[in-house]
Nanobody, 116 residues
Framework: QVQLVESGGGLVQAGGSLRLSCAASGSIIDINTMGWYRQAPGKQRELVAAITRSGSVNYADSVKGRFTISRDNAKNTVYLQMNSLKPEDTAVYYC??????????WGQGTQVTVSS
């Protein structure tokens, strides 16, 4: 019912920046929360940042001050601007979308690798 297409991942040096995007299509009415999770090797998936349709945001403590989440409701797209990247940010980043009620949806994931 909802398809998510992610882009923007890649390989960067420590201190560099990347901008991830995730475009939702299909049955997109009543989408509320859009966000990003990540899963590093040997670790469980964790919330990175999320934003509601009205603009309320939530960040993991480890990325506060470095990452910024935003969304364009007209384009049904969520973005994650990642600055001052660190090697510990290396992970597969997954887009996540939730309706006001009902199930959530996941993207396929995009690899972010930060070299030291």
């Amino acid at each position: 019912q909802v398809q998510l297409v992610e882009s923007g991942g890649g390989l960067v040096q420590a201190g560099g920046s990347l901008r991830l995007s995730c475009a939702a299509s299909g049955s997109i009415i009543d989408i509320n929360t859009m966000g990003w999770y990540r899963q590093a090797p040997g670790k469980q998936r964790e919330l990175v940042a999320a934003i509601t349709r009205s603009g309320s945001v939530n960040y993991a403590d480890s990325v506060k001050g470095r990452f910024t989440i935003s969304r364009d409701n007209a384009k049904n797209t969520v973005y994650l601007q990642m600055n001052s990247l660190k090697p510990e940010d290396t992970a597969v980043y997954y887009c996540n979308v939730r309706r006001f009620t009902g199930p959530q949806y996941w993207g396929q994931g995009t690899q972010v690798t930060v070299s030291s």
